[in-house]
Each structure stands twice: as structure tokens, then as C-alpha cells.
């Protein structure tokens, strides 16, 4: 996996992982006070070496992460491994595990269908979110089915199946939690059982991305 590097004119850098069916450019409106590494294609599975290696041939020694959705797996992989090189660690709509079946059935529907799949779990995702998702489908979505060919899709499924995305892994690190009020891929409710006495910054009117809304960026602060 190669890396992006975005210069933004800050003194720290974040790292940005997308979720399973969407590309990094899922993050191109997004505007918080960080310099952004990006991956440069679509993420599937642990990609912490590549990472680990790219931070080194830079020169930086200390990096937050935001993981999104699936994505949040991939960033504890990464705090696993190299936790002293993690300040913030930042988990938007995370989900301690995910079903079995609704994985499978998923694999089945793609496996089917894979443009028709996609399109209907990208519909889900943005539930609640209409303004998003016109701009998604009118500027993105191609972008994204093309690049999640079946053997990417397959391989992040099976990334995520029996898998468990915890959180205690970063327990060296700042965390933040922030969630969509109207989230149908990773209900709301699921996270206050895990976790009911962790602040959550809960985005009001959004769904499975509330990075998207504006209300996301003014929460956001760099600590």
C-alpha cells in the first residue's frame, strides 16, 4: 500500500482510512486542522507496515489516526503494533463486530450483483443523509464500484468476519468516538452498550458518515 502525503500548512498530521466500498476520496470535503495522509487506493485488511514504513521515510515519529467504519479496525491494527507512534486516535462510526451472517449475506448479494449490491449498502449508509448522498452519487460513486473489483470486496469481508474491533487496544492514545445520530450499518444503541460512560460525540440528522456534515468539523478540535 502507497501513501499520500497532503500538506495543509499544520505542524501535525492525521491519517485518514476509509471504510469498506468506499475510496479515500470519501474524505476530499473534509476540513479539520491536520496535515492528511492518505492511502492511495482502496483499504481491505491490515495495512500497518506500509504505514509504519511510509512514516518513517517522512520522518514522523508521532501521527493521529481516524479510522471510519471499517476502517477503525485497521487503525487498532496499527495501534496494536505501534501505539508509541499514535496521538489521537479518532473512531467515526465504529462497530465492535460485525454479524457473521450480514457479512455473508452481503458476500452473496455482490456475488450477485456487485454494482447493484454496492449501490444499495452505499443508499443504506447515507440513511438520513439525502444532501450527502446526491453529492456522493453524482461525484464518487462510479469512482468507487470501479475500484472495489470482487476480489477487494471479498477480501474486506472476510477481513471484518470474526473479527473484533477494540478499542482497549488504544488505551495508551487520546480517543474520540463520534457517531451518526441515524446509523442502520452500526446503530447508535450497540455503542452506548459497550461503552455507557464514554463521551460520544453523537452528529445529529446523520447516518453511517457524519464526517460529512458541517456539524462534525465544528466538534472537532485538535487537542
Request: hydrophobic share 40%; proline share 4%; net charge neutral.
Amino acid at each position: 500500500m502507497e501513501f499520500d502525503f497532503i500538506y495543509r500548512g499544520h505542524e501535525r498530521s492525521l491519517v485518514l482510512i476509509p471504510g469498506w466500498g468506499f475510496c479515500p476520496d470519501i474524505f476530499s470535503s473534509l476540513n479539520i486542522s491536520y496535515n492528511y495522509i492518505l492511502p492511495k487506493r482502496a483499504v481491505y485488511g491490515d495495512i500497518s507496515a506500509d504505514l509504519h514504513d511510509f512514516l518513517l521515510s517522512r520522518d514522523i515519529a508521532e501521527v493521529s489516526v481516524l479510522g471510519w467504519s471499517m476502517g477503525v479496525c485497521v487503525v487498532l491494527d496499527f495501534c496494536a503494533e505501534f501505539s508509541d507512534m499514535i496521538k489521537t486516535l479518532y473512531a467515526v462510526s465504529w462497530k465492535k463486530a460485525f454479524d457473521n451472517e450480514d457479512i455473508l449475506s452481503q458476500l452473496k448479494a455482490i456475488e450477485l450483483n456487485r454494482i447493484a449490491a454496492l449501490k444499495q449498502f452505499y443508499r443504506r449508509c447515507f440513511c438520513g443523509q439525502r444532501a450527502d448522498y446526491r453529492w456522493f452519487s453524482s461525484t464518487l460513486e462510479e469512482t468507487s464500484i470501479r475500484q472495489w473489483a470482487m476480489p477487494e470486496l471479498r477480501k474486506g469481508l472476510m477481513y471484518l468476519k470474526g473479527k473484533t474491533c477494540d478499542l482497549s487496544l488504544c488505551s495508551g492514545s487520546q480517543l474520540r468516538i463520534f457517531h451518526g445520530e441515524k446509523d442502520v450499518i452500526a446503530p447508535l444503541s450497540e455503542i452506548f452498550k459497550h461503552f455507557p460512560r464514554v463521551p460520544i460525540d453523537v452528529i445529529p440528522n446523520t447516518g453511517h458518515l457524519p464526517f460529512l456534515s458541517s456539524e462534525f468539523e465544528r466538534r472537532f478540535c485538535v487537542p
